[in-house]
């Protein structure tokens, strides 16, 4: 168990809906990750938040947010949703911005219908 | 921009088989190196890790060396196990930022 939880384990929706991923970091850890694991691209790091700030962008989509909360835990926002959206999305975390050891959640499996 | 390459799967081998996953990377600077894996249904984990040149990263029998010239830190193994089978992958941390970098994957099945 590496202390950081995410939910839903599991989602199910239709597309052009909206839906929320929660993470909750390791005890202690500042910094949030959030990555997507689809089949044909492997793992993909999308954004990075530290003490509720962004700090670093990768292939996110406009159609995606995120963002951290003062009790550090951050959201997954992803909306207009595509077929292509499919995918298990990771939530890791450091415990600061120069740890360079990532502790990965469980992961929450999107399916668009 | 920064990358890292490994070996495409899937990969199966016999109990006891010795293995090689290789990896290369592209990155500016000095960055630190890493294999996780993922066993089935979970997140990724932590294997080993290398933060500089001629490092060699090791952990439950799975050992990689930090190859500065030829920009490589290929996983090897000497005899695996039922047990070891998950995906690995390879990544980067580089040492600007805190953005990881990574590789795609390669899917291991050792079977008895």
């Known amino acids: 168990d590496s202390g950081v939880t995410q939910t839903p384990k599991h989602l199910i929706t239709a597309t052009g809906q909206r839906v929320t991923l929660r993470c909750s970091p390791r005890?202690?850890?500042?910094?949030v990750y959030w990555y997507q694991q689809s089949l044909d691209q492997g793992l993909q790091f999308l954004i990075q938040?530290?003490?509720?700030?962004?700090?670093a962008k990768g292939n996110i989509l406009e159609r995606f947010s995120a963002q951290q909360f003062p009790d550090l835990h951050s959201e997954l926002n992803l909306s207009s949703l595509e077929l292509g959206d499919s995918a298990l999305y990771f939530c890791?975390?450091?415990?600061?911005?120069?740890?360079?050891?990532?502790?990965f959640g469980p992961g929450t499996r999107l399916t668009v219908l | 921009g920064d990358s890292v390459t490994q070996m495409e799967g899937p990969v199966t081998l016999s109990e006891e088989a010795f293995l090689t996953i290789n990896c290369t990377y592209t990155?500016?600077?000095?960055?630190?190196l890493f294999w996780y894996v993922q066993y089935p249904g979970e997140g990724l984990q932590l294997l080993l890790k290398?933060?500089?040149?001629?490092d060699k990263g090791s952990n439950k029998g799975f050992e990689a060396t930090y190859r500065k010239e030829t920009t490589s830190f290929h996983l090897e193994k000497g005899s695996v196990q039922v047990s070891d089978s998950a995906v690995y992958f390879c990544?980067?941390?580089?040492?600007?930022?805190?953005?990881?970098?990574f590789g795609t994957g390669t899917s291991l099945t050792v079977i008895p």
């Open positions: 890791a975390s450091t415990r600061d911005t120069s740890t360079d050891t990532q502790y």
């Open positions: 005890s202690g850890d500042l910094s």
């Open positions: 938040y530290y003490n509720g700030e962004e700090r």
């Open positions: 990155a500016t600077g000095y960055p630190s």
């Open positions: 290398a933060t500089k040149a001629d």
């Open positions: 990544a980067l941390r580089r040492n600007t930022g805190n953005q990881f970098y």
